[in-house]
């Protein structure tokens, strides 16, 4: 057929055809386009959900307790309900934006970071007139009169797994200007929440019932005048471009050491001196924080993989009915001290772990009725503390495990973990097929056959040799 010839079924349909036909593939097309862009308008993103902790976030419960002449006086408490993920030094800092023209006249158990200009002022000069004032917590030490119940711990939160007693943090503010009855009122604006680096998103304020209070006595409740929720969601994506810690693997049936994946983290910048640090340097001392003091910003020990943290998987030994495992945390950060630090790791074998030397334990069921996943973490004044880069930069425990003869396996790497968590943070994994295996026992045969042949050419060397 001649490229400008017609098309037959085309010559044959009557030109109303023809154009309706047209007409039905160009809408077709547009549905399909159509359909799409909605969807894709339709699915929220998914990088703050954590399957191992579905339900875990940060609330921001702000009750007004009492009225003012000119507003209210709150007390605004941070609860962490992350199973896994706490606020770590040097603490979590709080923003908003006043929906009217509101001042905070004073504060207990925080402050804000900046006064503000609070020249239109005659006589008591607030505490507070920014329109977008940030709150921190006070520090250990604060004088008990200016400290309310859980306030004063330098903003670090505890997880609510590893900590509950710990998993909350508090402030009470006098709020002028903002009107003195429930309709007056209004609920602040743009929460932000940083704990301590970004990678929280706030969603808008809500009202919900008022808070009851009970007495200690527990003869007596009280309520709020007004309370109104803020839930703020962590994902790893926004709070740093690139992963902070990675897995390495080892076992006693194979010598392949599995290292971290070369530049996990980053990669070691030549061109650029001060990246990284060699234990080596006679300068490190002058680089290294003093006692207590802690930096965001990592400092890492040079090597392959560049990370802060690095968690090693070593399958130790194999008995008749358990096998053992020793896991082994190292801090190559020089910048950190990680107090209160936690691993979570998924294996299917948890479901019979039998006993843990030297971390605590709590098992974790974000699939209700599956035990695979567990929560590790130091003991109080032992190990909980893990400090930073040098000799004494590691921790490490050994677990023993119970055989479930229908499951268990050395093959196909299954007595590897699925995934790791260090803080929170989903470590990187080697490649799969860069795991140790058992030895291939297809080699027996060989093996047996050249020693075979060996010995008989020794022997007809030495009756050749004696004859």
């Not at 030109?15 to 547009?30: A, D, I, L, N």
């Not at 008995?319 to 936690?342: A, E, G, L």
């Not at 479901?351 to 109080?380: C, E, H, R």
Request: glycine letters at 6%; proline letters at 7%.
């Amino acid at each position: 057929m001649s490229r400008n010839q017609p098309n037959k079924i085309q010559q044959n349909l009557p030109q109303e055809m023809g154009f309706s036909f047209r007409s039905v593939t160009k809408f077709t097309t547009c549905a399909i386009v159509l359909v799409f862009v909605l969807s894709s308008c339709s699915f929220t993103s998914t990088d703050a959900y954590d399957p191992l902790d579905p339900n875990g976030n940060i609330t921001i419960k702000w009750d007004v307790i009492s009225w003012t002449p000119d507003g209210y006086v709150a007390v605004v408490t941070i609860f962490n309900f992350q199973q896994y993920r706490h606020v770590q030094a040097p603490g979590w800092s709080l923003g908003w934006t006043w929906a009217k023209k509101e001042v905070i006249w004073n504060m207990v158990g925080g402050q804000t970071t900046e006064q503000g200009d609070c020249s239109r002022f005659k006589g008591n000069i607030p505490h507070c007139c920014k329109k977008a004032p940030t709150v921190v917590d006070l520090l250990p030490g604060t004088p008990y009169n200016q400290q309310i119940a859980n306030c004063c711990k330098g903003g670090v939160i505890s997880s609510w797994a590893q900590d509950p007693a710990n998993s909350a943090s508090s402030f009470q503010l006098s709020v002028g200007a903002a009107g003195t009855t429930k309709k007056t009122v209004k609920e602040p604006k743009n929460f932000t929440l940083k704990a301590p680096g970004p990678g929280y998103t706030c969603g808008p304020a809500k009202v919900v019932k008022p808070t009851k209070f009970v007495s200690q006595d527990g003869r007596r409740v009280t309520q709020a005048m007004k309370t109104w929720n803020v839930t703020c969601t962590y994902s790893q994506f926004l709070a740093q471009k690139t992963p902070t810690c990675c897995v390495s693997l080892s076992s006693f049936y194979n010598d392949t050491l599995v290292p971290c994946p070369t530049c996990t983290c980053g990669c070691q910048n030549i061109t650029q001196p001060g990246s990284c640090v060699g234990p080596e340097l006679p300068y490190l001392a002058s680089v290294v924080p003093g006692s207590g003091k802690n930096s965001y910003t990592p400092l890492v020990q040079c090597t392959r993989h560049m990370c802060p943290i690095r968690v090693h998987w070593h399958v130790k030994l194999n008995y008749k009915d358990y096998w053992r495992v020793k896991v082994t945390i190292t801090n190559f950060n020089y910048m950190m001290n990680y107090s209160q630090w936690n691993l979570v790791v998924q294996h299917p074998n948890f479901d019979n772990l039998t006993q843990i030397f030297s971390f605590n334990y709590k098992s974790l069921t974000p699939y209700a009725a599956i035990n695979d996943t567990a929560m590790l973490w130091g003991v109080k004044f032992y190990n909980d503390l893990l400090m930073q880069a040098g000799p004494v930069g590691n921790v490490q425990s050994e677990l023993l495990f119970r055989k479930d003869k229908s499951t268990f396996t050395f093959d196909k790497g299954w007595a590897f973990p699925r995934r790791i968590y260090f803080n929170g943070d989903n470590c990187v994994m080697p490649p799969p097929d860069a795991y140790p295996y058992l030895p291939n026992n297809s080699s027996r045969p060989h093996i047996f056959l050249l020693t075979l042949m060996l010995t008989l050419l020794l022997s007809l060397a030495f009756s050749y040799a004696y004859a």
